[in-house]
């Protein structure tokens, strides 16, 4: 289901039912000559379109942190948003989510998540506005003091059974850590994502063995490999988010 195409009584009927909100997170950055500028928003997007609708899409963020690590902007494919700049509307939009009552949101992000633990400045601007819309809200809520509040005396027995208030806006990676699938940059690993998920964006023809030295093995990928890469991207999407049958 696409929020934007809901009317309010299905929005309230899916939160009553608590059906997981998903945001998908993306940069636009060089992927080489033969993939989409927008690979690890896509990757996100069309993955998340699987899952039909057990969950509510929420429109995707596109603009993140991508940095010129990759390549400069005379590429015309990376699109660098500072992430200082981003904390603030991502940290608006979470409160928006909260104060309507929406608690079971899920942002999903590809870009520069091989090491999710420690962090990277997109993951790690919505980490932190999730965080301080949450404080936020429960300050504005249950006042000052909240925790500390006699009201909060089983907050720990009540975090083990699953009444954890951090939970309700979590961000996750789109491969889990240590996956058995290619984690690259336009090599085989998205470049076979892409055939599976998005093939009319793939120019396998550009690959002219020229390119950079992150392509260098793109030229293996295929729709089948992609696919396997989907499957486990699905059922760790599915237990991440809750879905019934994970």
């Known amino acids: 289901m696409q929020f934007e195409r809901m009317r309010p009584a299905q929005i309230?009927?899916?939160?009553?039912a608590s059906v997981p909100f998903v945001l998908p997170i993306g940069v636009q950055e060089y992927h080489g000559e033969h993939l989409p500028v927008g690979m690890d928003l896509l990757a996100v997007t069309?993955?998340?379109?699987?899952?039909?609708?057990?969950?509510?899409?929420?429109?995707?963020?596109?603009?993140?942190?991508?940095?010129?690590a990759v390549a400069g902007p005379a590429t015309m494919g990376t699109y660098h948003v500072p992430s200082e700049t981003i904390l603030p509307m991502a940290q608006a939009l979470f409160a928006a989510l909260l104060v309507a009552g929406i608690r079971n949101i899920h942002g999903i992000i590809h870009h520069?998540?091989?090491?999710?633990?420690?962090?990277?400045?997109?993951d790690l601007a919505f980490r932190l506005a999730a965080r301080n819309a949450v404080f936020a809200h429960l300050e504005e809520t249950r006042g000052k003091g909240w925790w500390g509040a006699?009201?909060?005396?089983?907050?720990?027995?009540?975090?083990?059974?699953?009444?954890?208030?951090?939970?309700?806006?979590?961000?996750?990676?789109?491969?889990?850590?240590?996956?058995?699938?290619?984690?690259?940059h336009a090599g085989k690993g998205e470049?076979?994502?892409?055939?599976?998920?998005?093939?009319?964006?793939?120019?396998?023809?550009a690959l002219d063995g020229e390119g950079p030295w992150y392509v260098a093995d793109a030229h293996e990928a295929s729709a089948?490999?992609?696919?396997?890469?989907?499957?486990?991207?699905?059922?760790?999407?599915?237990?991440?988010?809750?879905?019934?049958?994970?």
């Open 12 to 16: 309230r009927a899916a939160v009553a």
């Open 46 to 68: 069309e993955a998340v379109a699987r899952l039909g609708d057990e969950v509510v899409v929420l429109p995707p963020f596109a603009w993140g942190t991508a940095s010129h």
């Open 112 to 122: 520069q998540t091989e090491n999710f633990l420690q962090g990277m400045p997109t």
């Open 150 to 184: 006699p009201e909060s005396a089983d907050y720990y027995s009540d975090f083990a059974g699953g009444e954890n208030p951090f939970n309700w806006i979590s961000i996750h990676p789109l491969l889990p850590p240590g996956a058995p699938y290619p984690f690259d």
């Open 191 to 205: 470049t076979g994502l892409m055939l599976a998920l998005a093939p009319e964006t793939v120019d396998m023809g």
């Open 224 to 246: 089948a490999a992609g696919e396997a890469g989907v499957a486990i991207i699905l059922d760790h999407l599915r237990r991440s988010i809750g879905l019934a049958g994970s």
